[in-house]
């Protein structure tokens, strides 16, 4: 891949990654709970998820999930349902009270965090689509497989950016909300936007 034309792609990429859905609400839930360093852990679910998109669209089986409207149907119906059920786990969690207690007698293991984030991730085919859309503009049909190793891991470093920025965010919103009722309504806005996320992937349609 030409400098120039890397030098278009970075910015562009990092525009994708620091766009806001549900991994990077999980970022700044995670951050907000359980530290920078738990949120950047938990990430690596989505980065195992997101680099097995990069492989399969490398390969051209994410072509096929872009033309095929049966393929592109399971994968939303099943991401959308997972994202409604984790934002409803998200809202029981927030009508229990005492958050702040709660989480620090019995947090999450890092297990479940790095399940919930993969989960989220590869639930969403429209990430596929990013790179079978995206990647391609930027291919050096003369270096294939460089180019796509070098745009796959441009593409999970920048994640990992975002990712902490995202965590930061979290744990800035932590220190600034330490009582019980300020915690609370910052779950149920994260299980609302969760569930909105998922209705919003149940009316997502395969682009023609």
Do not use: H
């Amino acid at each position: 891949m030409a400098w120039n034309v890397y030098l278009l792609f970075a910015p562009a990429c990092f525009a994708i990654n620091l766009a806001f859905g549900p991994n990077n609400l999980l970022s700044v839930t995670y951050g907000m709970r359980y530290g920078v360093r738990s949120a950047a852990l938990a990430a690596l679910g989505r980065l195992v998820a997101f680099a097995l998109m990069i492989l399969l669209t490398a390969v051209g089986l994410g072509a096929v999930l872009a033309a095929s409207e049966v393929a592109f149907t399971v994968v939303k119906w099943v991401g959308a349902a997972y994202l409604v059920w984790l934002g409803i786990k998200i809202l029981r969690t927030a009508r229990t009270g005492g958050i702040e207690a709660k989480e620090a007698s019995s947090p999450q293991p890092l297990s479940v965090l790095v399940a919930q984030e993969f989960w989220t991730a590869i639930g969403n085919p429209k990430a596929i689509l990013v790179f079978t859309a995206f990647f391609p503009q930027f291919l050096d049909l003369n270096a294939y497989g460089a180019s796509f190793l070098v745009m796959g891991a441009t593409f999970l470093l920048l994640e990992v950016v975002a990712v902490v920025l995202y965590a930061l965010l979290g744990r800035r919103l932590g220190a600034l909300a330490r009582t019980g009722p300020v915690l609370t309504w910052f779950n149920r806005l994260s299980g609302s936007i969760m569930i909105a996320f998922g209705i919003a992937l149940a009316f997502t349609r395969r682009p023609a």
